[in-house]
């Protein structure tokens, strides 16, 4: 594991981290990496169409609280080069080359959609690499409705461009008053940092992203039982995206898993509930 970074250099709020690069199989993966943990770091793996800044500010400074954070951009994604792959498991590859490219031995691994369904692979590839997972909104290979992401996601797109609102609006949070307002802060949260900002998924891009996760929906179910690692599982019990039975789903079959739902909340009830999930991840990751 790298060793600790000199106070000096810590930075503690996401909106002032840095954006850094390195190297590793001919891609360079931007990143921006917070906190004075000395312990495991988390790595953060985003959702569909998610850049550096698409991460609630809050989520990221509550685990930095405690702990070394990392984000990053897949490869073809934002200020990531390459070409975006359309495989769950080519992302996982280039995940976990990301993470040795840092000299890191074994990290904790925080999966939002997409990214949850990369740190399964990785679990069950590299084993020895992961301590414990946090996976959010998400769901297994082969889960049930995850094959509608794509239909799903054109339609609140469409939805989105006529009232002229933000496609998460729709996607992430419920249509009640308090998902609606839920949706609406969130939004602004992601808008605190002003400076050196990502830029957004290209269509290239993000098509090859839904057609990875319309394949993961497609496939066979895998063995989970091979993951022996703790893990917690959250959601929001209003998932239109990656349907809640799958959390359910996950925890039934993870040997070593504990479940969150979150009422009055959908994909996004992670950011919704944020003060409440950042409480719950540290507890878990300190356990």
Do not use: C
């Not at 190297?23 to 993966?29: I, K, L, M």
């Not at 946090?134 to 409705?145: D, E, K, N, R, V």
């Not at 992203?209 to 959250?234: D, E, F, T, Y």
């Not at 979150?262 to 409440?276: L, M, N």
């Amino acid at each position: 594991m790298t060793a600790q970074r000199p106070s000096e250099l810590v930075v503690t709020s996401y909106k002032d981290a840095p954006t850094r690069t390195v190297s590793a199989g001919g891609v360079d993966f931007a990143y921006r990496e917070l906190g004075s943990g000395t312990g495991v770091p988390v790595i953060f793996l985003t959702h569909l169409a998610g850049v550096l800044d698409n991460w609630d500010p809050r989520v990221v400074d509550g685990i930095a609280a405690k702990h070394r954070v990392i984000t990053f951009d897949n490869r073809g994604v934002g200020a990531s080069s390459g070409s975006t792959p359309n495989t769950i498991e080519a992302m996982a590859k280039d995940a976990i080359a990301f993470i040795r490219a840092l000299d890191l031995d074994q990290v904790d691994l925080l999966g939002f959609s997409m990214g949850g369904m990369i740190a399964q692979v990785i679990a069950e590839a590299e084993p020895q690499l992961v301590r414990k997972l946090i996976l959010a909104g998400t769901g297994p290979a082969g889960g049930q409705g995850i094959e509608n992401v794509t239909r799903i996601a054109h339609f609140d797109t469409v939805r989105a461009l006529l009232t002229l609102q933000d496609p998460k609006q729709f996607l992430f949070f419920t249509r009640t008053p308090n998902g609606r307002r839920a949706g609406k802060e969130f939004l602004a949260r992601l808008k605190e940092r002003t400076e050196n900002r990502d830029k957004a998924i290209s269509l290239r891009s993000y098509g090859a992203q839904l057609k990875a996760i319309h394949r993961w929906g497609k496939a066979q179910p895998v063995n989970l039982s091979v993951i022996h690692q703790p893990v917690l599982v959250a959601n929001g019990e209003s998932d239109r995206m990656v349907p809640t039975t799958n959390s359910v789903d996950l925890t039934r079959r993870l040997p070593d898993s504990d479940l969150v739902v979150y009422p009055d909340a959908g994909h996004g009830g992670i950011f919704q509930f944020h003060e409440e999930f950042v409480a719950k991840a540290l507890e878990f990751l300190e356990q």
